[in-house]
T-cell receptor
Framework: QKEVEQDPGPLSVPEGAIVSLNCTYSNSAFQYFMWYRQYSRKGPELLMYTYSSGNKEDGRFTAQVDKSSKYISLFIRDSQPSDSATYLCAMSNSNYQLIWGAGTKLIIKP | KAGVTQTPRYLIKTRGQQVTLSCSPISGHRSVSWYQQTPGQGLQFLFEYFSETQRNKGNFPGRFSGRQFSNSRSEMNVSTLELGDSALYLC???????????FGQGTRLTVV
């Protein structure tokens, strides 16, 4: 079993929908949780960074961490075709070495 | 502030050859990590350098090596290339002391 599980998709939704992307993990020592967005043929771009449990909001994006369930989510409101990309979750403990999910391919249909 | 710069962007090599990839981190960042990304395996960690010392290493054969210079620039070398080494190689920099990593555009290596 992988330390971080993420459904590779693809996840296809209509423009304007709320998107929910998720990762589960097994290592209870993880403290730092990140979401990256990667467009085709580009490097990953850091979207959201959360320490420990709770919510964090940035514009249309909300990151949630539930440490009791070992479950993290990224919500995208009012989704746009430009949000079509692969979304990767990453997490680490105090050694800062990132453990990555497989990435979910998201397609927003106009 | 300039981002992470990787050169070259694209590379085609023949089996058995060796290749060197370069990464210039964000100014002030002392940690540089290298990743291999393929459609089947996703992002796989190769190694991390901090202040010219290899701090962490992933599960890759010895054909994959790296180094970091005093100005924090890093190089990655792959010797005796195999077809399976075809991938996007990504470099990420971090200031050190925090987990956020900032990626370059990557070098796409094709081995024929």
């Amino acid at each position: 079993q992988k330390e971080v599980e993420q459904d590779p998709g693809p996840l296809s939704v209509p423009e304007g929908a709320i998107v929910s992307l998720n990762c589960t993990y097994s290592n209870s020592a993880f403290q730092y949780f990140m979401w990256y967005r990667q467009y085709s043929r580009k490097g990953p771009e850091l979207l959201m960074y959360t320490y420990s449990s709770g919510n964090k909001e940035d514009g249309r994006f909300t990151a949630q961490v539930d440490k009791s369930s070992k479950y993290i989510s990224l919500f995208i409101r009012d989704s746009q075709p430009s949000d079509s990309a692969t979304y990767l979750c990453a997490m680490s403990n105090s050694n800062y070495q990132l453990i990555w999910g497989a990435g979910t391919k998201l397609i927003i249909k106009p | 502030k300039a981002g992470v710069t990787q050169t070259p962007r694209y590379l085609i090599k023949t089996r058995g050859q060796q290749v060197t990839l370069s990464c210039s981190p964000i100014s002030g960042h002392r940690s540089v990590s290298w990743y291999q990304q393929t459609p089947g395996q996703g992002l796989q960690f190769l190694f991390e350098y901090f202040s010219e010392t290899q701090r962490n290493k992933g599960n890759f054969p010895g054909r994959f090596s790296g180094r970091q210079f005093s100005n924090s620039r890093s190089e990655m070398n792959v010797s005796t290339l195999e077809l399976g080494d075809s991938a996007l190689y990504l470099c990420a920099s971090s200031p050190g002391g925090q987990p956020e990593a900032f990626f370059g555009q990557g070098t796409r290596l094709t081995v024929v």
